[in-house]
């Protein structure tokens, strides 16, 4: 799946697995079959009221196409209204797993969802969704031309990746490796995993923000394993903590 880095205001890198094209388009879906339900609902109740048949023409039914009217906003602005109100997200989105959000992690402001709105009318209404998915596949951020103007995209909240212990480290000679910490068998694949993650950021991205992340780290890590004095040299220790885990586990 494609990723995207986003850097926030306090300089820390956040990754976020960009939602794939398929996943959006059944996320339409699910949304054009609530909005077909809600469309039903509308006929059957102007139908009991007595005010399905309506003539425009006619200045006596004025309330009743004002009725009509009104029962349908909600429907032709259910995705601007829905992901403003929910964080971006549609009740599809929310069934997948997806949100939309600005380009630099941050949610979207109403003015970046009304563009992204009003782009769907010629991206999705008018031309039955071609230029949306076209935009989709040509953009590197999966991003349709609304998301492009408003500066948003549509992220996965759940990683489709499912991760091992296989994937934490690959150690070259692990049988000459020798054991400095045993008791980081206790450690769980999510805590290494983390641990693995935070030295590879640190790595990439040098900066006071995950520097303090692995201090937090190390100082949790040597308070768990027991140890009288936490090493100097944190990202060692972090390393060896990783190193450990994998020898014990694949033991």
Known sequence: MKNIEVITAHNVVIQYEIAPVFYRILSFLLD??????????????????????????????????????????????????????????????????????????????????????????????ISAGSIAILSMLVNEKKQRLGGIVSNTLVIQLKSSQSYSIHNILSLKNVDNHEITYPNVIQFTDEDVLLIKNALERQNKFKNKAHNQILLDLSKRSSERLNLEQEPKNKIKFLKTIVQDYVVLTRS
């Open 32 to 125: 054009a079959i609530i909005l077909f339900f809600y469309w039903l609902f509308v006929l059957l109740l102007m139908s009991a009221l007595s005010i399905g048949s309506l003539n425009f023409l006619d200045g006596a039914d004025s309330i009743a196409v004002l009725f009509f009217v009104l029962l349908l906003l909600p429907m032709f602005f259910y995705s601007f209204f829905m992901e403003t109100f929910f964080a971006g997200q549609t009740v599809g989105k929310m069934i997948l797993g997806l949100r939309v959000i600005n380009v630099n992690g941050a949610t979207p402001s109403i003015g970046d969802f009304f563009l992204r709105w009003s782009f769907r009318l010629l991206e999705v209404v």
